[in-house]
């Protein structure tokens, strides 16, 4: 068995675990998009999808290597202060996407007609809660660096 899992990952790259989760993942993408593509609205949905590839390829992953790759410089080398950065930064970004229409006050009066509520509040609350997981994870890596710190010290 041994033998057989390292003659595949010689030809494919990676191990037996590997090829069967890509395997079954591509059994659901296809599976969702023949459910997808009996929907009378299919056309808009894989419009959509293709707008945001492309969006993703070619406007956000060349911003976000671009601010790592300046972090990288900033922090020189010390992995863990570029993760306590790179975490609470994705988090914003993400809750910036998903929120971004009641963030940037897009819809205003549709959003007002559905719900009754102001979309004031979006930009506060996420400045706020993007200030909270900056901190929090600020205090993580707090707690690391002086827990790790009795361990230099003992070793010296």
């Not at 993760?83 to 229409?101: D, I, K, Q, W």
């Not at 900056?134 to 660096?145: C, E, K």
């Amino acid at each position: 068995m041994a033998e057989r899992a390292a003659r595949l990952r010689a030809r494919y790259g990676a191990g037996p675990w590997h090829l069967v989760l890509v395997t079954a993942a591509i059994v659901l993408a296809g599976w969702v998009a023949l459910r997808v593509a009996d929907e009378a609205t299919f056309g808009r949905m894989l419009l959509w999808f293709l707008g945001a590839v492309i969006a993703h390829d070619l406007v956000l992953f060349p911003v976000y290597a671009a601010v790592d790759r300046v972090l990288r410089t900033l922090v020189r080398g010390r992995v863990t202060l570029l993760n306590h950065l790179r975490v609470p930064a994705l988090g914003s970004a993400l809750l910036f996407v998903v929120y971004s229409p009641g963030i940037l006050r897009l819809g205003e009066t549709t959003h007002l007609a559905a719900t009754g509520q102001d979309q004031r509040p979006y930009l506060v609350r996420w400045l706020l809660l993007s200030a909270a997981l900056f901190l929090i994870s600020a205090l993580s890596w707090l707690l690391r660096r002086r827990q790790a710190a009795p361990k230099r010290s003992e070793s010296a």
